[in-house]
Structures are given as structure tokens and as C-alpha cells.
Nanobody, 126 residues
Framework: QVQLAESGGGLVQTGDSLRLTCTAS????????VGWFRQAPGKKREFVAAISWGDGGRTLFEDSMEGRVTISRDNAKKTVHLQVNSVTPEDTGVYYC??????????????????WGQGTQVTVSS
């Protein structure tokens, strides 16, 4: 059973970068993808980025954030890092990492991610 825990949230200034870490425990294999989602106050949770654990570390990004976001993984440490550059107050929210076990292909759909962390609050001050 895979469990996930996020870290690195907190208060960030507009224009700075934020870096979050998702640490997995348990057995996570090449048939997993790990994604980051976020939920702003009063809004639905939305996809940010994801990376496959195998498959050469293929990445997918939410269209509006591509170019401002990077995602990377360290298989040995079982961590996935999310970095968001040039943050604005619109980046404020709870950031979650989640894992999806897949067969032939993996998705960015929230309902396909069955394992979730507790979330970490990020607040961007103006």
C-alpha cells in the first residue's frame, strides 16, 4: 500500500518560486504515476502536473501552467518535486499529491488517482 505525504508549503511572496515535495512510502513501482493537484479557496480541485514512475519519467502539465511549472522525481528517495515559478496570489491553495496505478496508459483525471496525501497549504502574498 502506497502512502503519500506532502511538504514544503507555507507563505511565499509574489514573484518567488515555491517547491513542494511528495514523499511516498510503501512499494511504488513503474506502473504508477504521481500527480499534483491544487484547490484554491472556493474552487474545485484542479490538476497541475504529473510524472510517471517508470516510462522514462514522462510528464504532463495543465495547459495554462506549462512553462511555469516543473516536476521531477527521485526514484531512490521515492520523492516527487513540484516547482512553480513566478507565483501570484492565484497560486494560493492546498496542494495535494496523488498516485495512480495504471495499465497501458495513465491520465490527468482526478478520479483515476486513488491514493492521496493530506495536502499542504500554500499562501502567496501580494
Amino acid at each position: 500500500q502506497v502512502q503519500l505525504a506532502e511538504s514544503g508549503g507555507g507563505l511565499v511572496q509574489t514573484g518567488d518560486s515555491l517547491r513542494l515535495t511528495c514523499t511516498a512510502s510503501g512499494r511504488i513501482s513503474s506502473t504508477y504515476a504521481v500527480g499534483w493537484f491544487r484547490q484554491a479557496p472556493g474552487k474545485k480541485r484542479e490538476f497541475v502536473a504529473a510524472i510517471s514512475w517508470g516510462d522514462g519519467g514522462r510528464t504532463l502539465f495543465e495547459d495554462s501552467m506549462e512553462g511555469r511549472v516543473t516536476i521531477s522525481r527521485d526514484n531512490a528517495k521515492k520523492t516527487v518535486h513540484l516547482q512553480v515559478n513566478s507565483v501570484t496570489p492565484e497560486d494560493t491553495g492546498v496542494y495535494y499529491c496523488a498516485a495512480q496505478r495504471y495499465g497501458d496508459m495513465w491520465t490527468t483525471r482526478e478520479q483515476d488517482y486513488k491514493t492521496w496525501g493530506q495536502g499542504t497549504q500554500v499562501t502567496v502574498s501580494s
